[in-house]
């Protein structure tokens, strides 16, 4: 004979189905207490400006992928509780409304027991299936609702690590700008620098140039002076 969710609405509940699992598997989705200090702290001193700006948007690709993939779930766990509710809500009415017209038939025929004993029994035989089918629906309809309890909470969870990437995302944006401007900074002094030794530099040759004129002017006079001294 067929189940009780067979029967009603056509549907089999996917055999050994324990409960929502996505799509992706959430421990291989991206986990930023996992990065270390070499990929988004400080750059190092070899780092240049092109290598860094490539890292960054990798990471929020990343990022956004695993967006992605949580909304999808999200969706996934929408459709199938509304599915689960509307599946409750049809049962649980027909066979109530099952039951109230078998019991008010019996009834009826009851009452007319004139040729109709054997019919009114065999609409209680009918009854008692029917009872048994509602238990049975009964223990599949308490499946559903821990299932769909189980996920409720799965949704929460999924909402919560939702909220934690887009600010993980927005933090990995604003950890960018203020690298990009830190490295800005960090070559306007360098170009400072570069600047003041170059007219160091510049001063320190003049003075040189300056010694080494004066020192060639007064070679004529100290051969004068030798001069003199040898007559």
């Known amino acids: 004979s067929m ?17 929502f699992t996505p799509r992706h598997n959430r421990e291989d989705a991206y986990d930023p207490n996992k990065l270390g200090q070499g990929e988004y702290g400080s750059p ?28 999808s779930d999200y969706a ?24 109230v017209r078998l019991k008010k038939e019996v009834d009826y025929h009851k ?19 029917q009872q048994r089918q509602t238990a049975g629906f009964d223990e599949a309809q308490s499946s559903l609702i821990e299932q769909s309890t189980l996920l409720v909470s799965k949704n929460a969870e999924l909402q919560h690590k939702l909220k ?12 960018k700008q203020c690298l990009e401007a830190e490295l800005t900074d960090v070559y306007a002094d360098r170009d400072r620098l570069v600047a003041e030794l170059e007219a160091v530099w510049s001063d320190k040759h003049n003075a040189h140039l300056g010694h080494t004129s004066q020192a060639l002017d007064g070679l004529p006079e100290l051969d004068d002076e030798l001069g003199e001294s040898e007559e």
Do not use: C, M, W
């Not at 190092?44 to 909304?71: C, M, V, W, Y």
């Not at 934690?164 to 950890?175: F, G, K, W």
């Open 111 to 129: 009452r007319l027991r004139q040729g109709a004993e054997a019919r009114a029994l065999d609409l209680e035989d009918r009854l008692k299936q």
């Open 76 to 99: 996934q766990l929408r459709n199938e509780i509304q599915h689960y509710q509307g599946r409750l809500s049809r049962g649980d009415d027909t066979h109530r409304l099952e039951i």
């Open 44 to 71: 190092g001193p070899n780092r240049s400006k092109p290598n860094r700006d490539s890292k960054f948007k990798k990471i929020i690709h990343q990022l956004r992928t695993a967006n992605s993939a949580l909304e």
């Open 3 to 19: 189940s009780a969710p067979q029967q009603r609405g056509g549907y089999t509940p996917r055999e050994g189905r324990g409960g």
């Open 164 to 175: 934690a990437v887009e600010a993980q995302v927005t933090q990995l944006t604003e950890l």
